[in-house]
């Protein structure tokens, strides 16, 4: 008899998203004379910038005539594009990442769902809360998480780290020992930052507690302030601690394009239970030779054309556009009377719902009055309750007329 991953059982329906969709569409059928305005997902809507799309063109041609046409290519990216984001996006921060602690992908969807693969399973995971859904879930699947108290909202073996205004948005080192951590900063939701000395404080801890952080750096290119950290090796020793995880997602645009790395140090080490010192670099690199071949040539090849001199002037130009956006929805939300977190240094705006409204409550209520789409904080986990999640993604004249709806709201 064939049996299943019974995990899998554990996992809770998402409904977040599915569930918004459905609402957005049951009011968009009952008042057709309605604009919609949608701030509500995480995905980018500008066009992907000039330079790469000439990359695409002339990768393409390539790959069209016999001498330039290439097959198979290194499972862990062209030496071409580890050594550009080697040079342009770690030396630049005094931060020396060799090429082959680089491993091109697909996704950091994929990277930080898929590295779990490594680590043993009696690992106990430590996640904020909110969070971005894919650092739970795969480790449900994985078997690291126990049961869900639907009491609580929370799975049994997970050390859940609450990141809300109580605290500044700043996560409390875990009172229990904990060995997987999962940071992600600046945050999705919350569009909260860490400070150098705050992320110094989870290095060592990690390197006190043998634990690993597994620091998702996916928005780091929003960020504006002085002396917040772009990456987690800024931060002495971290390379001793800390697998870091980029994308081309929102720094160029790329949700459809494809393309992102992880940073695994060769100074990383885990252990086995005899405690046994084994290289995450060298685990992580047979996991990647076995079960991946590798980013598209053409799609590795768009991405490196961001780091010429032009391609860096083009992404910035998007992603001020949506800098821009962010700010005009948190000043116009202040303006509105509501305390608003994020937004500075990440797309995303976190807002507190008023008085006497749960999230879900909240985000009817938008709809209903201003037909405004949003997220629920809810949905990100149960410290997320209470909150609420607009993004910068939208354009320009949805984002005004969005602000300004909410400012006349009577
Ligand atoms: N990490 C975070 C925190 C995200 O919010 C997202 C996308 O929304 C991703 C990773 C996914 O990135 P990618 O498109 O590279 O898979």
Same mark, same amino acid.
């Given at each position: 008899?064939?049996? +299943?991953?019974?995990?899998? !059982?554990?996992? &809770?329906?998402?409904?977040? %998203?599915?569930? +918004?969709?459905?609402?957005?569409?049951? %009011?968009?059928?009952?008042?057709? #004379?309605?604009?919609?305005?949608? !701030?509500?997902?995480? #995905?980018? =809507? !500008?066009?992907?910038?000039? *330079?790469?799309? #000439?990359?695409?063109?002339? @990768?393409?041609?390539?790959?069209? &005539?016999?001498?330039?046409?290439?097959?198979?290519?290194?499972? &862990?990216?062209?030496?071409?594009?580890?050594?550009? +984001?080697?040079?342009y996006d770690y030396e630049k921060l005094g931060v020396h990442i060799e090429k082959d602690e680089i491993f091109v992908s697909d996704g950091a969807k994929c990277?930080?769902?898929? +590295?779990?693969?490594?680590?043993?399973? #009696?690992?106990?995971?430590a996640i904020t809360d909110p969070v971005y859904p894919v650092y739970l879930d795969t480790n449900i699947m994985a078997g690291r998480t126990g049961n869900y108290d639907?009491?609580?909202?929370?799975?049994?073996?997970?050390?859940?780290?609450?990141?809300? @205004?109580?605290?500044?948005?700043?996560?409390?080192l875990p009172t229990k020992k904990v060995d997987m951590i999962y940071l992600c900063f600046p945050n999705n939701p919350t569009g909260t930052v860490l400070t150098k000395q705050e992320l110094a404080k989870w290095v060592t801890y990690a390197k006190e507690n043998k634990a690993i952080i597994l620091f998702d750096a996916a928005y780091e290119a929003f960020i504006t302030e002085e002396g917040i950290p772009h990456s987690i090796y800024e931060i002495e020793g971290a390379k001793e601690v800390a697998i870091e995880?980029?994308?081309?997602?929102?720094?160029? /645009?790329?949700?459809? *394009?494809?393309?992102?790395y992880t940073v695994v140090?060769?100074?990383?080490? @885990?252990? =086995?239970?005899?405690?046994?010192?084994?290289?995450?670099?060298s685990l992580w690199n047979r996991r990647q030779c076995t079960k991946f071949n590798g980013v598209p040539y053409i799609t590795q090849r768009a991405a490196e054309s961001i780091y010429s001199e032009e391609g860096q002037k083009q992404i910035k130009e998007n992603i001020a556009y949506y800098q821009e956006n962010a700010k005009l929805i948190r000043e116009g939300l &202040?303006? @509105?009377?509501?305390? *608003?977190? /994020?937004?500075?240094?990440?797309?995303?705006?976190? !807002?507190?719902?008023p008085e006497g409204y749960t999230s879900w409550e909240f985000f009817d209520y938008l709809l209903e009055t201003v037909n405004i789409v949003g997220t629920p904080g809810s949905g990100f986990g149960p410290s997320g309750e209470g909150y609420f999640r607009l993004t910068a993604f939208g354009s320009r004249?949805? =984002?005004?007329?969005?602000?300004?709806?909410?400012?006349?709201?009577?």
């Open positions: 008899m064939i049996t +299943i991953n019974e995990n899998y !059982l554990k996992l &809770q329906d998402s409904y977040l %998203f599915s569930t +918004i969709a459905k609402k957005v569409a049951k %009011f968009g059928e009952e008042h057709p #004379d309605k604009k919609i305005i949608k !701030l509500g997902i995480g #995905d980018v =809507t !500008l066009p992907i910038a000039k *330079v790469c799309g #000439d990359a695409i063109k002339k @990768a393409t041609d390539e790959m069209l &005539q016999k001498e330039t046409f290439r097959g198979y290519g290194p499972e &862990q990216g062209y030496d071409f594009l580890r050594e550009k +984001i080697a040079k990277d930080t769902g898929n +590295i779990g693969e490594i680590f043993g399973n #009696d690992n106990v995971i639907e009491e609580t909202g929370k799975y049994e073996k997970v050390v859940y780290i609450p990141t809300t @205004a109580k605290n500044n948005f700043i996560p409390e995880f980029r994308s081309y997602s929102k720094t160029a /645009g790329f949700t459809g *394009v494809r393309c992102a140090p060769k100074e990383l080490k @885990a252990y =086995t239970k005899e405690g046994k010192e084994v290289s995450l670099n &202040q303006e @509105a009377g509501y305390t *608003v977190f /994020g937004g500075k240094n990440a797309p995303y705006i976190w !807002l507190k719902v004249e949805n =984002t005004i007329e969005a602000m300004e709806r909410i400012k006349n709201i009577k």
